[in-house]
Nanobody, 114 residues
Framework: VQLVESGGGLVQPGGSLRLSCAAS????????MGWYRQALGKQRELVGSITSGGRTNYADSVKGRFTISRDNAKNTVYLQMNNLKPEDTAVYYC?????????WGQGTQVTVSS
């Protein structure tokens, strides 16, 4: 399974970005897909996830600002990020769980700065 992320970049505080993650390869039973992030010097943390049934879960720090969605036909997950803050600066990683195995993308940098 391969995960390819896109959509990161530099944005001013209060701005928006949309991340995409397309999964390919031996995909047959995705349990969930999600986004994690890791800021410099910090541990990787969950941003949000979505199950195959559409149930979502978010970190408290992004609730009301970020929205995760999924296109099952395209095996793609999206992260719409609004009202971005400097503390959202991190490398964002796509994650997929298939049965009991986890797969990770290579990460995409999001920098929020004026």
């Amino acid at each position: 399974v391969q995960l390819v992320e896109s959509g990161g970049g530099l944005v001013q505080p209060g701005g928006s970005l949309r991340l995409s993650c397309a999964a390919s390869g031996s995909i047959f039973s995705i349990k969930s897909m999600g986004w994690y992030r890791q800021a410099l010097g910090k541990q990787r943390e969950l941003v949000g996830s979505i199950t195959s049934g559409g149930r979502t879960n978010y970190a408290d720090s992004v609730k009301g600002r970020f929205t995760i969605s999924r296109d099952n036909a395209k095996n793609t997950v999206y992260l719409q990020m609004n009202n971005l803050k400097p503390e959202d600066t991190a490398v964002y990683y796509c994650q997929l769980t298939q049965i009991v195995l986890d797969y990770w993308g290579q990460g995409t940098q999001v920098t929020v700065s004026s």
